[in-house]
């Protein structure tokens, strides 16, 4: 057998005994072809069907037995699970990584929903804090209104409040679309990364604070501007977008999207072209 010659030098990395593996999974989806998106799975999702339908009281569980549960109807192929009696509980619907059609029929309490990939959801009620906190794909809609924090981290997907939301909407976002059909409160967009808010009613002080990148547009009032939010000029392309995404919200189809104002991050903080040491000396 002939020798096979392998590269022998070593990176930095290597040679302090790190990992060097190369990452892969939905969020690295751009290192593949987009047309295999839809090939990659998490290990251990069902396939399910969307026209098998049950419900589910969850009256007298707590919430990681309602959320086992959940888990255990999709593994026998329900696709849509109606939830009735949620009763504010906490936490519920965390961590699925499945296509899924969930109704909660009641309001949820804090962090509802949270890392999720991939369910479609209504919420027929309000929510707590942080719900949806590191959504990564999929859509939530809240009929009602939601807590602060709202969306929190959020890296896809398209997350829907009907009502008015707390403070601090959209903090340390990286992706994905949140609609807010009143409200929001103060610090919304506090250090958002990338992706898009969209609020048709009045908004609190310090807006689109500290923000890095991403897009903030308000059809209301704005209580004052956040350091290194500024205006932008709002373009026809911008304008179709909102329309045909708040179409596809169910909320704002007859608002007049030209009024709107464009909020995006000016790029002048001190620490704004600072990029982050490519390596850690000293490390262990």
Same mark, same amino acid.
């Given at each position: ?9 070593k990176?930095?990395?290597?040679s302090m005994g790190?990992?060097?593996?190369v990452?892969t999974?939905?969020t690295q989806q751009k290192f593949?072809?987009?047309?295999e ?16 339908r ?5 009256k ?8 086992k549960?959940?888990?255990n109807l ?7 699970i109606?939830?009735k ?5 906490h936490s519920l619907?965390?961590?699925?990584l499945n296509k899924l059609?969930l109704i909660?029929e009641g309001?949820?309490?804090y962090?509802g929903m ?14 707590g804090?942080?719900?949806?906190e590191?959504l990564?794909?999929?859509?939530v809609?809240?009929e009602?209104n939601?807590?602060s ?5 959020i890296?896809? +997907?398209?997350? $829907?409040?009907? *009502?008015s &939301?707390?403070?601090r909407t !959209?903090i340390?976002m990286?992706g #994905?679309t /949140?609609? %807010?059909?009143g409200?929001?409160g ?8 990338r +992706?898009?808010? $969209?609020i048709? *009613?009045? &908004?609190g002080?310090n807006? !689109?604070d500290s923000?890095?990148? #991403?897009? /903030?547009? %308000? ?8 350091s290194?939010?500024?205006?932008a000029?709002l373009?026809k392309s911008?304008q179709d977008w909102?329309t045909r995404k708040l179409?596809?919200?169910?909320i704002g189809?007859?608002f007049?999207?030209s009024?709107?104002?464009k909020i995006v991050?000016?790029?002048?903080l001190w620490?704004y072209?600072?990029?982050e040491p490519t390596?850690?000396?000293g490390?262990i």
């Open positions: 057998m002939a020798n096979l010659k392998t590269n022998e030098k990176t930095k990395a290597q790190m990992h060097t593996e990452l999974g939905r593949f072809n987009p047309d998106a839809e090939n990659f799975y998490y290990f251990g999702t069902y396939d399910v069907d969307f026209n098998k049950t419900d589910l009281d969850v007298e569980m707590s919430a990681p037995e309602a959320n549960e959940i888990d999709m593994s026998q192929g329900y696709g849509t109606v939830i009696n949620p009763q504010g509980k619907g965390v961590g699925i059609n909660f309001s949820l309490g962090f949270g890392s999720c990939d991939g369910p479609t959801v209504r919420i027929n009620g309000r929510v804090w942080s719900c949806a590191n990564m794909a999929g859509k809609v809240i009602k939601a807590g924090c709202f969306g929190a981290a890296r896809g +997907g398209d997350l $829907i409040c009907k *009502g &939301v707390g403070a !959209g340390d990286k #994905g /949140i609609i %807010i059909g409200d929001a103060a610090f919304t967009g506090f250090m958002m990364q +992706g898009r808010i $969209i048709l *009613g009045d &908004v002080i807006l !689109g923000m890095y990148d #991403g897009t /903030i547009f %308000i059809g209301g009032s704005i209580g004052s501007y956040g290194d939010a500024v205006d000029e373009t911008d909102l179409k596809v919200a169910e189809e007859n007049d999207v009024k709107m104002k991050a000016g790029k002048k620490n072209d600072n990029l390596e850690k000396k490390a």
